[in-house]
């Protein structure tokens, strides 16, 4: 038997996931394609890679499915670089070549466009990602494109829209684009929680990028030079993610299980004990029923 101190970094990579995180990773990661029927046969995914870690360890996930699935489907793993620092796209690349990841990097002018935009820079700049991440991977042939988001951010998007936008909504599993026809979106991670991912990533000695945005970068530069840590000046862009990130590890304490039921909540509404409800772009209140009922 090969020593595994010589083999190849990438093959003890994918070993992890399936032998020391199988529990963590790897079966939530199989559950959550089974569950909300991520991809059948023919399919052809285009991975996005951003560089960071739910990204890569995604990338890493569909290849090892890849290989041992019945199912027949095809992968491109994609990287856009939307004006990253020179050292930022190095990074992805040499973590790339290093995971054995066969990435296709594209480039895009979205952080010169954004850059002097003053009403919600973050979300102009989300949109334009998703845009010229479809378009690339229709270019490529695929049908669908597999973006890296977890259950933390699933639940952490619930709280949001309750506590800041006054509505109940997620971010779903898979979307069909409405601005691509054919194309689909979907999360195979979705199952997957964050905490499992950081100890994946220090297990194998990984090391991947932060946040590569122009803004957030400068905000970082300007808290260390009034003295603050590096830790600190790494969560500044969180903002309001942040929070529901300490608000659920707060809860936590007192329910181990707040998270989930966090999730449940969005599977078991109760439409005959809600005062309105969103269906189809279409309103409905429990008052234009309420007589007939």
Known sequence: MADKKNEAP???????????????????????????????????????????????????????????????????????????????????????????????????????????????????????????????ARELGCNKIALGHHFDDVIETILMGILYGGQINTMMPKLHSTNFEGMELIRPLYYVKEEDILAWRSCNGLHFLQCACRFTEQIAREQAAGGMDGASADIVHTSKRQEMKELIRSLRKNSPFVDSNIMKSVENINLDACLGYVAKGVRHHFMDEYDES
């Not at 050292?87 to 010169?112: G, H, K």
């Not at 990602?129 to 479809?134: A, D, E, S, T, V």
């Open 10 to 136: 990438h093959v003890n990579i994918e070993r992890s996931i399936i032998k020391q995180f199988r529990k963590e990773i790897w079966r939530p990661f199989v559950k959550g394609l089974q569950d909300y029927k991520m991809i059948q046969d023919g399919d052809k995914v285009a991975v996005c890679i951003s560089g960071g870690k739910d990204s890569m360890l995604l990338a890493k996930c569909l290849q090892q499915l890849k290989r041992q699935s019945d199912t027949e489907f095809d992968l491109e793993f994609i990287v856009m670089d939307p004006g990253y620092h020179p050292d930022n796209r190095r990074m992805i690349q040499d973590n790339a070549a290093l995971m054995n990841i066969p990435i296709r990097i594209f480039d895009a002018d979205i952080f010169d466009i954004v850059v002097d935009v003053d009403q919600s820079p973050c979300y102009l700049c989300a949109r334009m990602r998703r845009g010229y991440l479809y378009s690339h």
